[in-house]
């Protein structure tokens, strides 16, 4: 089992910044790609960011491209994502997630293990 712990979330005033951090303890954390989805009261979990082992390639959803970057320090254990610019409509839950699987995992399914999640609330 692959424990995600994630943290950094709380109330900010729109065109703010934060950032989020997600701790995988353990010697696996380099085998995973690395997520976060994102997920409002009554709405889907949808996708936000990835990025792969090495750090190399980062993928993002179009609403967040250009404001979010994502990125992991291996030798930490840890994925970030600092968020900037931010809007009302980022008011989600946050949730860091791995994925074992190849290419680009975009899908919830696609993605074996969850941290809690962390709130997000920006006010207008």
């Known amino acids: 089992q692959v424990k995600l712990v994630e943290s950094g979330g709380e109330l900010v005033m729109a065109g703010g910044s934060l950032r989020l951090r997600c701790i995988v303890p353990?010697?696996?954390?380099?085998?995973?790609?690395m997520g976060w989805f994102r997920q409002d009261l009554g709405k889907e979990r949808e996708f936000v960011a990835a990025v792969t082992w090495n750090g190399e390639r980062t993928y993002y959803a179009d609403s967040v491209k250009g404001r979010f970057t994502i990125s992991r320090d291996n030798d930490r254990n840890t994925v970030y994502l600092q968020m900037n610019s931010l809007k009302p409509e980022d008011t989600a839950i946050y949730y860091c997630?791995?994925?074992?699987?190849?290419?680009?995992?975009?899908?919830?399914?696609?993605?074996?293990?969850w941290g809690q999640g962390t709130q997000v609330t920006v006010s207008s």
């Open positions: 997630t791995a994925s074992a699987q190849w290419g680009y995992p975009r899908t919830p399914n696609e993605y074996a293990y």
């Open positions: 353990g010697r696996t954390f380099t085998r995973y790609i």
